[in-house]
């Protein structure tokens, strides 16, 4: 069979040019890590080829190797549409079509698993290069921070330093850059004020928020197995590292034995969901990240700051254990999905809890095998002492089945009474998880033999490190668990509450008509009255809402998720839930309808005016970041509200009043378009900032990014870095989606360095801002591409009559939304007009059939009718390029869609799903699209002076490249699947029944291409 993937000499070409100037070592480091790529995905591919030939038999292999030939040498479709391999695919029987959608899909998934282990390798590699490259020059000009702070040249001047930058080495060496240890030595060598520094780091608080969005659509036994082959790749590495005859050796062809069976068990399982996950099997799923990863991965996170803080300013202090946490949606987030009640949310916190007490118990088992320091050789201070009397009193059977054990011994006679707690509080957690929330513990626990709260359990840790360091030990284990029970507590996650905000304003219009207490409808009433009504509401200190509940479904289910809430905050401390974030935030008074039900279940207390929830509004679409800064300063305006952010902060124990704004990615992206999207997101977190100022309030940003561009996904690194600096101030939060868990927190060393480069870029970029932002003929420019952008995108999505019937016929969204792939629908209210669809699907849908029209549409003309405003405009967006961290991060974003683009197999959509009544207007749209699209290649290319796309990465490059020319097949074998599958629902509706499929089958099959087209292209919504 001829290779799926690039050949040697195809992959060769890809490498950066070696010159002599080029630092060897370096070299080195590239061609080894690409040899190791190329002879991974040689193995895979092998491994792959031969379970087929088992299973399926040379017939399978070899209709695979002639659908291969849609593909043209550059990787995109063909563009004869009567090649032999198309009727080939037409013609095929539905198993046949089946068995080859599924091998595609497999190959991917097997692909992906070698990528995502060569890039833990490679990061492993650069973490040991960064101290080697610390003081080299070579970093590239985004990351150039001897410009810091520095105003633009003249405008004259701009050709010379365009010239300097583009003379550098296009892959000048990026080895470290993003991780502590090239940071903080930067900092030290640019003179950055150490006390500005402690301020940061002492401030420095990165947010990592888990939701399960309908991206995800590998199945938890999958992704099970996909680990194992990580696994056992591993073990292969060093088996195969072992000595010259190594990959010879009996213990390597036993690993490559082992990965074969992996794969054929793999072949014969059903890669599609059974049945729709529950919302507690997305929990069970997101949590899995924490357990095998996560938890263990935090304490080196906080070591490798430790290390890298200390060489560079030996007397600074450091953070917090916990200056990166995590928060999750999932489970609580409500928002159009009716299956997240609040006993599900109150499950959700009993289950995470189970799973951090899990691991706290395993970690103090091991502890207890360590410390087995004895009384004979090793002093005691007094107050471990007294402790252990006070156990002995509270956990008799622990004293009477372990004191003789233990009788010299202390520190594992108090780990065995710390691990009997645990086991206690496990036990009464189960029992609270079984439970109804409103009742929810039906037995009487004495609190002296469980602990009620983390903190209760931290405080005995510290009590052991502290003994140990005043005798002159220390324990890394014990250091690394403290670092854990710090950041972890008995939550493991935060849970943030959301709701849109028309239930909040639906439920306070009943519970006012049901008591008669406004002269008219609430929802009648003007937004000046409503804030009048609601902040007298809320200062008064007589209940509202009856305790019984004489509402409708939707009015309880508001009111009770509040004391729900409640509930939860007085099992688990405040901390676990204090935000509420309102989606579709329009108006001031959509914030303090919260805050009203918040005090009728008693989160707010009226009379001392502090509340322990925060309401977070959620600026969604353009019209709604356009209004953020009137909304917030008519709320910071109310004299009551400040106060409340003061006296709630203060009771919390934090110094500054935060107020956290979330501002969503996905709804403005389909509501303007990609580049209106950006700016005005860049432009409310600029405007928020001056607003907290002014009322001497801090601010933390909420990022509602998704997994791909068009929702605001794409490297955390560079898009944090490309936020306005001021805005972070050391405190940024981003929502993490669907597939981005998987592709980042998989393995170990991924996640470690996608922590660290989170990390290290809010450090970067509040330390380090450029002040282009602030330059107002650059946002005069901005604000002009993003209103050419914003009009050419609606022109078509809104204004074009056609567009909503191409959509529909064109994509496969109407079998996507058959998917069971998540708890939630993929359309709010059930209809189906492009305003209730969910922004995940309509990326989805536009991701598999290769047009992926959200992340770039609009962009091309606005960009081109500037340059031909001006011959000089040209070099004025080639310096933006360089120099402006944002426009470069918008560029780079739509660059690396662009080069997923197909527009051969678009068309093919278009062609073969189009009506035939339809088909002439579709194709008039998909020739208005195709031509954009040139247009925008062409632009993108100009500006930033490359030949062919992503030639400024070439590791994406090609692993887009080595993506494109498998997916063709896939995306011809969906086409027809959904073409029969169309056909047969038609007949059916008309009594015609022909087909030898039933609807069932062919169903799966289109789901079974929809699968992998998402695994081939690493991206869904």
Known sequence: MSSIRPSSDELSTQLPAMTVSENVLEDVAVMTSELFLRHR?????????????????????????????????????????????????EQLELNEAIRAARAFALYFQLINIVEQHYEQRDQQLQYRAAQEVVEADEVGSYWDLETVGETPHSYNSLESDLLHKKSQHPQASRRGVGTFQWLFPRLKKLNVPPQQIQKLVDRLEVWLVFTAHPTEIVRHTIRDKQRRIAKLLRELDRAESSGPHAATSWEAQGLRDRLMEEIRLWWRTDELHQFKPTVLDEVDYTLHYFQEVLFDAMPLLFQRLQQSLTASFPQMQLPRYNFCRFGSWVGSDRDGNPSVTPQVTWQTACYQRRLVLEKYMQSVKRLIDLLSLSLHWSDVMPDLLESLEQDRVRLPKVYDRLAIRYRQEPYRLKLAYIHKRLENTQERNQELFNGDWQQPENTDWDEAIYYKSGDEFL???????????????????????????????????HLDIRQESTRHSDTIAEVVEYLQILPKSYNEMSEPERVAFLTQEIKTRRPLVPRELPFSDKTKEAIETLRMVRAIQREFGTGICKSYVISMSHDVSDLLEVLLLAKEAGLYDPANNASTLQVVPLFETVEDLQKAP????????????????????????????????????????????????????????????????????????????????????????????????????????ITEQGEVLASKYSLPELALYNLETASTAVLQGSLLGTKFDEIEEWQQIMEELAAKSRGHYRKLIYEQPDFIDFFHQVTPIEEISQLQISSRPARRGGKKDLGSLRAIPWVFSWTQSRFLLPAWYGVGTALQEFLDEKEDHLKLLSYFYVKWPFFKMVISKVEMTLAKVDLQIAEHYVQQLSLPEDRERFERLFEQIAQEYHLTRDVVLTITGHKKLLDGDPELQRSVQLRNGTIVPLGFLQVSLLQRLRQHKSSSATGMMRSRYSKGELLRGALLTINGIAAGMRNTG
Not at 81 to 86: I, P
Not at 460 to 470: A, D, G
Not at 645 to 658: F, K, M, T
């Open 459 to 493: 405080a005995e840790l510290r009590l052991i490190q502290k003994n140990l360091s005043e005798t002159g030990l220390s324990c890394r284990d014990l250091d690394y668990l403290i670092c854990q029970a710090e950041i972890f507590g008995f939550m493991l996650t």
């Open 41 to 89: 995905l040689k193995m895979v591919e092998d491994l792959w080829e031969s379970v087929l030939r088992q299973e399926c038999g040379q017939a399978l292999v070899d209709l695979l190797n002639q659908l291969l030939d849609l593909c043209s040498p550059e990787g995109q479709a063909a563009n004869s549409e009567a090649s032999d391999a198309l009727k080939v695919v």
């Open 630 to 733: 009137k909304v917030m300063t008519e709320l910071l305006e109310l004299p009551f509200y400040r106060s409340m952010l003061a006296s709630s902060q203060a009771a919390d124990g934090d110094s500054p009043v935060i107020q956290e704004v979330m501002l969503g990615y996905s709804d403005s992206n389909k509501d303007s378009g990609f580049l209106s999207s950006n700016w005005e997101i860049h432009k409310a977190q600029q405007a928020l900032q001056q607003i907290a100022q002014r009322y001497n309030a801090e601010l933390r940003i909420f990022h509602g990014r998704g997994g791909s561009v068009g929702r605001g996904g794409g490297p955390a690194y560079e898009a944090i870095l490309a936020q306005p600096g001021p805005s972070m101030n050391g405190r940024i939060k």
